[in-house]
């Protein structure tokens, strides 16, 4: 069973997992869950929770009856929400002698390789101390253009970036289903994420969380790519890690047998994905036989960026081709598309580098 096989789990909490209806956090099933972890962490087994909830229990303190919050006004919910989120989790493990320490993450702190290095020492030091991280995504500064907007991808990047084995996702399905016949059927096993896994998702929300099955899949790619399996499961049971283990009732994202090194798990993983650098066919061969992308082979670019941000690169049939990092801005590109490397002192009136992609900064997909 790849629970307990698994040497550093992440267990995601979705909102209506640790809130009820009514705004309440649900103290005994939490308690079920500590029970969980103190047999992983007997078995040498390293735990990290990622949990939502901090806006629905501020909204419950504020006595704030409507879901739908606008982003600064939520942002204020949740700082109030945190206080009770992470202070409900720190009186419970204590009760249990285990110490948790909080960790508020930001997108920054992800997509930047130096501040994802410094994230992946603080867990390693949390872990030395033997105690649990609670993760929640940092939502009182966190604005729209910088948003996770669901933990289900932020947990999946965390996982990336310590070398997790396992992320449980709790949520209140069992699992990704088929429709056959008008009936429901849980898929078992997921290998390959393709238009036809996608079409399957229903865009319902609930009422609190952010997310849907659409943001688990996104974040099931992530931890694909990166070498990390992935369940979702249902977090309703009390003891939840305990019933999936018995029942086996889950959906299971199996991992591709990846070579990559840590970096260029981090490269592949990222979650910007709106920033596009299209090029031609010959480009496109260049690239998937190893060499670096030159300004040559480049029609146009799409969406801003700046030196050293993630973007995908796009064949001109709309084919990802790769995921990488760029070595020049959109402007500076956009100048030199097309042209010849050694045109582009010329152009941009100073030397620099013949690569818009150094093949090492880059990922084929």
Known sequence: MYINKAKKIIIKLGSSTVVDKKGVFKKKWLSSL?????KLKKNKQEVVIVSSGAIALGQNYLKIKNKKVKLEMSQAVASVGQIHLINE?????EKNKIKIGQILITPDDTEQRRRALNARRTFENLFKLGAVPVVNENDTTATSEIKYGDNDRLAARVAQIIGADLLIILTDVDGLYRTISNKKSLIKQVEVINNNIFSLVDKKFNSYGSGGMLTKLEAAKICMNSGCNMLI?????FNPIKQIIKKKLFTWFVPKISNLDARKKWIISSLSSSAKIYIDQGASKALKSGKSLLPAGIIKVSGTFKKGDNILIVDNNNVDIARALSSFTSGEINKIKGLQSDQIENILGYS?????????????L
């Open 352 to 364: 620099s580098k013949s690569e818009i992609v150094h093949k090492d900064d880059m990922v084929i």
């Open 233 to 237: 499961a249902n977090g309703n049971n």
């Open 34 to 38: 500590i029970d969980d972890i103190k």
């Open 89 to 93: 989790f720190q009186k419970l493990f």
